[in-house]
């Protein structure tokens, strides 16, 4: 059974740093392209990046270009999102997804 | 960025009656157009990809259709699992976009 479970949310000030985490089992997660997608309080869906399964392309939305970094590390089947200069309106629920399955999200609150 | 026009944004709907949601893009996506359902706790299930293909485990009374720059989602009988929110996505080209949502309710 495939299974996505993001972790590493919570609640932080702005200008402040945090890294997501997606561990991925029940398929071959170093064959597959992986995405963050954000949904921020009562909004619709926001795509924000995509990394190629060897890492080899990475690409951002242009409201996190600059700020955000998608990694993975095949060898821990796991995706990640690291994100700098949080702003308030980076607040928003994370789901990390690959074709046919999404995670159940992670929160991130970006507050003072 | 392709702009993706999603209507209706609210459906009041009864059991087993058959119902579209439209997807505009504001320009050609080439079937690269993708549907996904959420539900209230927030859980998000991909339904329909490249336009028209069942993702595995989804009801055959869900349908996708179009081409060139409109596209729509179909059920053809609704359940009471059905009654959620609909999105579109285009993957045609970066940034991936995606509709605003239609809210499917019972009426």
């Known amino acids: 059974e495939v299974q996505l479970v993001e972790s590493g949310g919570g609640l932080v000030k702005p200008g402040s740093s945090l890294k997501l985490s997606c561990v991925a089992s029940g398929f071959t997660f170093s064959s597959y392209g992986m995405h963050w997608i954000r949904q921020a309080p009562k909004k619709g869906l926001e795509w924000i990046a995509l990394i190629y399964y060897d890492s080899s392309n990475k690409y951002y939305a242009d409201s996190v270009k600059g700020r955000f970094t998608i990694s993975r590390d095949n060898s821990k089947n796991t995706l990640y999102l690291e994100m700098n200069s949080l702003r308030s309106e980076d607040t928003a629920m994370y789901y990390c997804?690959?074709?046919?399955?999404w995670g159940q999200g992670v929160m991130v609150t970006v507050s003072s | 960025d392709i702009q993706m026009t999603q209507s209706p944004s609210s459906l009041p709907a009864s059991l087993g009656e058959r119902v579209t949601i439209s997807c505009r893009a504001s320009q050609g996506i080439s079937n690269n157009l993708n549907w996904y359902q959420q539900k209230p706790d927030g859980t998000i299930k991909p339904l329909i990809y490249y336009t028209s293909n069942l993702q595995s485990g989804v009801p055959s009374r869900f349908s996708g259709s179009g081409s060139g720059t409109d596209y729509s989602l179909t059920i053809s009988s609704l359940e009471p699992e059905d009654f959620a929110m609909y999105y579109c996505?285009?993957?045609?080209?970066?940034?991936?976009?995606f509709g605003s949502g239609t809210k499917l309710e019972i009426k």
């Open positions: 996505q285009q993957d045609a080209s970066f940034p991936f976009t």
């Open positions: 997804a690959k074709e046919g399955y």
